[in-house]
């Protein structure tokens, strides 16, 4: 194979990392540029020997392939001197494209639980067969023998519009992303586009009714729990160790698996991850061993102890995650208190889901709401955290000075839930626990 130098510009971001290290596994030479605060998708590039840079038009040479992250523009300096040089320019989805044309390849998209099932599935198929995976956390794996290529398609800003996967899963549709999409249709569309780019077969999941109705070109296989479903799961156990069904494909018994897994939305991304094995003629037996050893992903349920208290980190920014973290949670810890911490994730993002959060945290025996994490795209508008309190009984606010509050809760499961800098709340916590 000929080595290549691919330079990326935004080599930091979640997506652009784990392509970078897909293609410094595959032997190519892989360099990037970003900004000099620190993010946690560095120290992999830098302990696989992927120089980072900060941004300057000079690190730019001739035979480079450029990457452009999605956050940058024609008139960023780097991206000017690459087009002065005549550099091969690929913006991050068409350099995901051609890892996607080259295998047999699998993209995973939804509003909720595409990282998760990404890396479950990438784990599954890579103990079983050469597989590559991009997820969408940062981390990603080149291999130059791989049959398969699993990967995280994003429809934020449509990027999943630029893959045509051999297989798609699709796990439920949404109106999220309120700063892009005008309404739930217009997200649905979105998806039945992506789904007219599918060269094989979709799975997606059957309770959900934009994914009951998908006009598309390739056969759907649903996924769910009901008997009209194609694959499903029956007589589901779920205790504080996981959960265990039977999986049939119609009329068809594929066996009994167990995951050490928590939440309704694990038997069901497990469930699709058996259908694209199925459909390759994988061997079941081994499909089973590797859905039992997962442990899952970073923020998605990270769990530390310290003292009487289990801390759960975990992404949850939308009503429909918070739900499932939460239940999570319920099935672990049966018998102990779960206490929310949330951090809203933008003022658009708030103001259009406010009734959501508020029912979903009101699962929760006692929620404590943090101040907006505000996008500089953003002004404030006319909501705040006081906003969403108002409508959790019981709940209250909390901030960095007021982390203590949490003190008074012993035995207790802690769930600490945002996608923007929740941690550092929870690390406070964790310093007054110490």
Known sequence: MEQKTYYFVGIKGTGMASLARILHDKGHQVLGSDIEKETF???????????????????????MIVIQGNAFDDDHPEIKRA?????????????????????????????????????????????????????????????????????????????????????????????????????????RDSFETYGKQVQRAIFAWGDDPSLRNLNVDVPVYYYGTNPDDDFRAENIQRT???????????????????????GEHSVLNSLAVLAVAYMEHMDMDKIRQELGNFSGVKRRFSETDIADTTIID????????????????????????????????????LAAYID?????????????????????????????????????????????????????????VVVFMGAGDVEKYEEKYKELLK
Not at 240 to 262: M, N, V, W
């Open 41 to 63: 998708t560095q120290a992999p590039l830098l302990a696989a020997g992927i120089k980072i840079l900060p941004f300057d038009p000079a690190n730019l040479k001739p035979g």
């Open 240 to 262: 504080p160790e996981g959960s265990t069904y039977d999986a049939y494909f119609r009329d068809q018994k594929l066996g009994t698996f167990t995951i050490h897994l928590y």
């Open 83 to 187: 087009h002065e040089l005549g550099l091969e320019i690929l913006s991050y989805p068409e350099a995901v494209e051609n890892e996607v044309k080259n295998h047999t390849s699998i993209g995973i998209a939804g509003a909720h639980g595409k990282t998760s099932t990404t890396a479950l599935l990438s784990h599954v198929l890579a103990a079983v067969e050469p597989t590559s995976y991009l997820i969408g956390d940062g981390v990603g794996k080149g291999n130059a023998d791989a049959r398969f290529f699993v990967f995280e398609a994003d429809e934020y800003r449509d990027h999943f519009l630029a893959y045509h996967p051999d297989y798609a899963i699709m796990t439920n549709v949404d109106f999220d992303h309120p700063d892009y999409f005008n309404d739930l249709a217009d997200v």
């Open 356 to 412: 959501g959060f508020a029912e979903s945290l009101s699962r929760a025996d006692k929620t404590f709401v943090t101040p907006i994490f505000g996008s500089i795209r953003e002004n404030a508008g006319n909501i705040s955290s006081a906003d969403l309190e108002k409508r959790i009984d019981g709940s209250e606010g909390i901030d960095m000075d007021t982390v203590d509050k949490l003190l008074q809760y012993h035995n207790a």
């Open 314 to 349: 975990d992404y949850a920014h939308h009503p429909s995650e918070i739900k499932a973290t939460i239940d999570a949670a319920r099935q672990k810890y049966p018998d102990r208190q779960v206490i929310a911490v949330f951090q809203p994730h933008t003022y658009s993002r």
